[in-house]
């Protein structure tokens, strides 16, 4: 029998339990609970450039006046400082960012306070994401959590189970995933939803096997539910028994260049999720790296996620293996820099400066974010003035270009596929949109698109080499990007104009200019109904070095002055960028673009006559492809 006391703390207990309760009722909180509420904001503090300014002095005091705020919390001050350039913890050098986090309320003031010359940018997150399983349409209205069953689904291949593969259920409401085990097994519990409501199960393997997407399933809760996949070397003969070159290449007409074109000589920097050395088709070929995440010069060869690996294996593969992938140049010296998982603007900005310390040609960048920065636009554009061509993945939204891809100092570049390279069971075919080309070839629904795209490459089911040393068949705008680094590196390895006593051959923003021209004017156009999707065209890999005077002019955009280049212009006028300032309404945060605020010398709001050109240039060659001149 209980004391009074006990009696006593149980009716106070019951009490509290009783206030408790009511307070949550009332949307109240009791003393001790946790109030979810919005978390601070990352953000990129620096200044920019102003003539007759030192930007240090400014930049100086308002760190010490971050550091004394006790509602901002200074997590890191990136300095270009060390002699291989990757950033450092310090206060010298120029250029210094500072890396803080803080409300959003608190970093519109700092914004609004500082005026001009100070950026204030949010530390966005990067993503390097494969195309996403598209969206199905969800019944209107709520659910009933009482529905629902659980399933068991098993993956095979020809040789026993598929470990690793994700599996994906859809239905009227929202997706249920999951991966496999070690006898190809996953348990899924799908909530709200009856066997008969499900659309579809998707399947993707890590590696060495097709995907595939079964419409409408016969689904039984109560029994097996096998799927079984086709390995790669099922539909691309000799895949397993000889050296391997993807229908990407070919596309490119790599296979018609001359044997002797390998790369030799030049350095790729890859920014993604570091490069398995151990995978025989890119292990001799990797020859540097940093996990900038991480701020180390260990684990940048070890690629959890696999896309760094992927792209690396469509660059430089090795050809001379009895077996594996031949890559554009697989004598070209790869830099890997290990962004992902856990990359930002401000990691971006570290390897950025570390490909810039290992005097790279080419950075291959295959990421993106949908907000552009203006203080990765000058870290960009001083590569580019030190000769290093960016080239970038579009994105996978299937909507506007993403940054860094809409940066005006980029090569960007669109996704395309073709049909009859993967099988119509797999979930590559339900990339495809009308129309087709006699070809084959199609815009695929994922890739990003505007005025801005400079070409596009093979982006659809695109074979190339995953960890550990196995092959994996992926879609994305990254792989496209990828191929056009390699072929970019072909270029600068081989072409007369990049050659010691050649035209181009000084590192500066002329031969990224000239690299680009090349790229663009071996295009081969395809008649997909939107220039904008594909730009100007398909590079032919044999017409890069065909001479000046055989080449033709874009079918699809005008070319874009070494003048207007040279002075820092933008390639399109449609969507200007130059870095932040206030909105026009008077709201500093979010930031508008506008014109001068980027790495070129026009003042705030100037806009020069040749812009103006550039725009009516633009305009006109988008009303003729609508037909409407």
Known sequence: MPSKREEQESKTSAGRSSGEKATRERGGSPEGDSVLSSRMGQFLISTRPVPGVHPLAGLDLLEQNLRSDPE???????????????????????????VARMREDKAARLAQEGGYQVIVERDHALTYAHTAVPSLPLDAGGFNQANGFTINITVMGDDGPVEGALVRIFGSLFPTQGVTGRQGRVELNVIGESPSTIHAVYVKPQSDFWSIWVPQPTLNPEGPNVISLKELGATLPNFSSQQFIGWGQRAMHLDSVPSAFRGKGVKVAIIDSGAATTHRSIKRQVKAGYDVVAKSQEGWEEDAIGHGTHC???????????????????EAEIIVCKLFPGGRYSSLLDALEFCIGQRADVINLSLGAA???????????????MGIACIAAAGNSGGPVQYPASSPNVLAVAAIGKQGEFPPDSYHALTARPP??????????????????????????????????????????????AHISGLAALILAHHPDFQAQGMFGARNLQRVDRLFQIIRQCGQPLNLGDPMRTGAGLPDATRAFLPAEVGRTMAAFPEVSHGLQSRGAPYFAAAPFGGYAPAASGQPFPYAPIWGAGPGPWASGQLPESMWLLAFQQLKTAMQSAGLL
């Open 371 to 385: 907000e552009p920065s203006a203080i990765i636009e000058q870290k960009i554009f001083q590569a580019t003035q």
């Open 72 to 98: 901002v919390q200074v997590v890191d001050v990136l300095t270009p400082r060390s002699a291989t350039g990757a950033f450092g913890n310090g206060r010298s050098g120029s250029q210094r960012v500072i």
């Open 312 to 330: 690396a294996g469509i660059i430089a593969g090795n050809a001379e293996n009895s077996e594996g992938m031949r890559g554009f140049a697989p």
């Open 436 to 481: 087709l080309t006699p070809q084959g070839f199609f815009s695929p629904n994922f890739t990003c698109f505007g005025p801005s795209i400079a070409v596009c490459a093979p982006g659809v089911a695109v074979v190339s080499s995953a960890p550990p040393d196995n092959f994996a068949a992926w879609d994305s705008t990254a792989v496209a990007a």
